[in-house]
């Protein structure tokens, strides 16, 4: 019966340690797109800085691009709306992804309970 349990406690923790990669590799996800919105605020603020008479280009592979001051204020602002919806998107996710790991961690820990108690029966009829 001990054996029985330790399995099912190995496969738990192994899926467990799983959810927890999971939840740093949308969490590393999640502070790209912080960096990102960071960077494109500073466009933005530059941009807002400019009147029509600047001349604005935009990098297009190797080359520059004349583009219309308003294209790229919009362009931004279409850019940061996007990624500020994956922030939330992200954060989303983070949260259901930690409610369930944490569900997770209670069920091995009545299991790891379980096994110990089994261990300790083994022990007692020997």
Same mark, same amino acid.
């Given at each position: 019966?001990?054996?029985? *349990? @330790?399995?099912?406690?190995? /496969?738990?923790?192994?899926?467990? @340690?799983?959810? @927890?990669?999971?939840?740093?590799?949308?969490?590393?996800?999640?502070? $790209?797109?912080? %960096?990102?919105?960071?960077? &494109?605020? *500073?466009? $933005?603020?530059? /941009?807002?800085?400019?009147?029509?008479?600047?001349?604005?280009? $935009?990098?297009?592979?190797?080359?520059?691009?004349?583009?219309? /001051?308003? !294209?790229?204020?919009?362009?931004? %602002?279409?850019?940061?709306?996007?990624? &500020?919806?994956? *922030?939330?998107?992200?954060?989303? /996710?983070?949260?259901?992804?930690? $409610?369930? +790991?944490?569900?997770?961690?209670?069920?091995?820990? +009545?299991?790891? @309970? !379980?096994?110990?108690?089994?261990?300790?029966?083994?022990?007692?009829?020997?």
């Amino acid at each position: 019966m001990a054996e029985a *349990i @330790q399995k099912k406690l190995q /496969l738990g923790l192994e899926k467990y @340690q799983q959810m @927890q990669k999971d939840v740093s590799k949308s969490m590393s996800a999640r502070q $790209k797109l912080e %960096a990102q919105v960071t960077e &494109n605020n *500073i466009v $933005k603020e530059e /941009l807002d800085l400019l009147d029509t008479q600047n001349t604005v280009y $935009k990098l297009i592979g190797p080359v520059l691009v004349k583009q219309d /001051l308003e !294209e790229a204020k919009a362009t931004v %602002a279409k850019r940061l709306e996007y990624i &500020n919806g994956e *922030i939330q998107r992200y954060e989303m /996710l983070l949260k259901d992804m930690e $409610k369930k +790991s944490e569900q997770h961690r209670e069920v091995l820990s +009545s299991l790891q @309970q !379980e096994y110990q108690r089994a261990q300790g029966r083994a022990v007692g009829k020997v």
